[in-house]
T-cell receptor, first 113, second 111 residues
Framework: ETGVTQSPTHLIKTRGQQVTLRCSSQ?????VSWYQQALGQGPQFIFQYYREEENGRGNFPPRFSGLQFPNYSSELNVNALELDDSALYLC????????????FGPGTRLLVL | EDKVVQSPLSLVVHEGDTVTLNCSYE??????LLWYKQEKKAPTFLFML????IEKKSGRLSSILDKKELFSILNITATQTGDSAVYLCALGTGTASKLTFGTGTRLQVTL
């Protein structure tokens, strides 16, 4: 176990709704990255937060947004949900923003109907 | 654009066999190559490789990187049913520790 926790484990939403996913990073880690993993695909980088600031973003629209708190926990918010947003959302923490070894949480499985 | 290609996409072997999983890549700003094992949800870290030709080993698993030919392999010897999983290869690139993943190789080990 990595010490990275995520909540909730599963979630069902309908199109157009908004969702907030949460992540607590491993103790001592100040960097959190979020990934989206569609069925049968590898995880895709959404964005990274380092010391409460966004530190890099992948190819995702602005309706995907995030926050990092002073204790380094993080939230991923998705507005105006679409069917294609159905996926496993993974959070990973690392020692700092240059720490390539990222430790993943168990993920939140989101289903959009 | 950075790219990671894994092969084969899936593999079925018998317990005790040795397997080799392949990862080739294209990258503009290489920092590292990582291997993860994903059984149900959380990918678990296996290896991080930064230098060519240096084998990393952990029990029955080993991995090596060739930065000239732009590929890495993951070897698993004496496979066990517990090795059944998706194995993901990822590139660490740029100044942020963004990881670019391949689609993975699904390994099934049968009795």
């Amino acid at each position: 176990e990595t010490g990275v926790t995520q909540s909730p484990t599963h979630l069902i939403k309908t199109r157009g709704q908004q969702v907030t996913l949460r992540c607590s990073s491993q103790s001592g880690h100040n960097t959190v990255s979020w990934y989206q993993q569609a069925l049968g695909q590898g995880p895709q980088f959404i964005f990274q937060y380092y010391r409460e600031e966004e530190n890099g973003r992948g190819n995702f629209p602005p309706r995907f947004s995030g926050l990092q708190f002073p204790n380094y926990s993080s939230e991923l918010n998705v507005n105006a949900l679409e069917l294609d947003d159905s996926a496993l959302y993974l959070c990973a923490s690392s020692l700092d923003r240059r720490g390539e070894t990222q430790y993943f949480g168990p993920g939140t499985r989101l289903l959009v109907l | 654009e950075d790219k990671v290609v894994q092969s084969p996409l899936s593999l079925v072997v018998h317990e005790g066999d040795t397997v080799t999983l392949n990862c080739s890549y294209e990258v503009t700003n290489f920092r590292s190559l990582l291997w993860y094992k994903q059984e149900k949800k959380a990918p678990t870290f296996l290896f991080m490789l930064t230098s060519s030709g240096i084998e990393k080993k952990s029990g029955r698993l080993s991995s090596i990187l060739d930065k000239k030919e732009l590929f890495s392999i993951l070897n698993i010897t004496a496979t066990q049913t517990g090795d059944s999983a998706v194995y993901l290869c990822a590139l660490g690139t740029g100044t942020a520790s963004k990881l670019t993943f391949g689609t993975g190789t699904r390994l099934q080990v049968t009795l």
